[in-house]
T-cell receptor
């Protein structure tokens, strides 16, 4: 069953603007990951944040994790048209062997 | 290119039929995961194998089965197909446990059941 839930479901911004996506989950986790999917293609891993970390950066990406609120956010700064994709958060299952994905946020960046 | 390969890319078949989807993990990865992605259900974890053994099961129907072979490639068998089985099926691999490592996804197999 899906544990992560992304918000908003869809987001439309212009190039150069920042995009923020949120993820909420229900049970305790070891780590949380963010993935990106271009239409109909395979998912690509963006960033992994461990439960004892609060913030992580990778290029134009910034991820935060608040375990007390069971939530995470993904910020994409200075967005580009090429950032248009769906973004998913994934939490590890209790067994630690599988990932539970949310339904994703669909991001559209217009030139 | 993630290094994970899946065949076939597209598959169109009729209800009641059986199909086999194939996945080759990234070189060195021991874990293989299968996911189903549909518009209404989102991305659902089906099953995971680690070094030939089943390690975790998700929302996998009894009509579906999988295995991982000694060379670490995996096959997902879908039988008695129904219209609702139409979806994108992804394979992913990772070195070990999902929670410790990122997963590398293949390009997917698009299954259409008519």
């Amino acid at each position: 069953s899906q544990q992560g839930e992304e918000d908003p479901q869809a987001l439309s911004i212009q190039e150069g603007e920042n995009a923020t996506m949120n993820c909420s989950y229900k049970t305790s986790i070891n780590n949380l990951q963010w993935y990106r999917q271009n239409s109909g293609r395979g998912l690509v891993h963006l960033i992994l944040i461990r439960s004892n970390e609060r913030e992580k950066h990778s290029g134009r990406l910034r991820v935060t994790l608040d375990t007390s609120k069971k939530s995470s956010s993904l910020l994409i700064t200075a967005s580009r048209a090429a950032d248009t994709a769906s973004y998913f958060c994934a939490t590890d299952s209790n067994s630690g062997y599988a990932l539970n994905f949310g339904k994703g946020t669909s991001l559209l960046v217009t030139p | 290119d993630s290094g994970v390969t899946q065949t076939p890319k597209h598959l169109i078949t009729a209800t009641g039929q059986r199909v086999t989807l194939r996945c080759s993990p990234r070189s060195g990865d021991l874990s293989v995961y299968w996911y189903q992605q549909s518009l209404d259900q989102g991305l659902q974890f089906l099953i995971q194998y680690y070094n030939g053994e089943e390690r975790a099961k998700g929302n996998i129907l009894e009509r579906f089965s999988a295995q991982q072979f000694p060379d670490l490639h995996s096959e997902l068998n879908l039988s008695s197909l129904e219209l609702g089985d139409s979806a994108l099926y992804f394979c992913a691999s990772s070195p070990l446990r999902a929670s410790l490592y990122e997963q590398y996804f293949g390009p997917g197999t698009r299954l259409t059941v008519t």
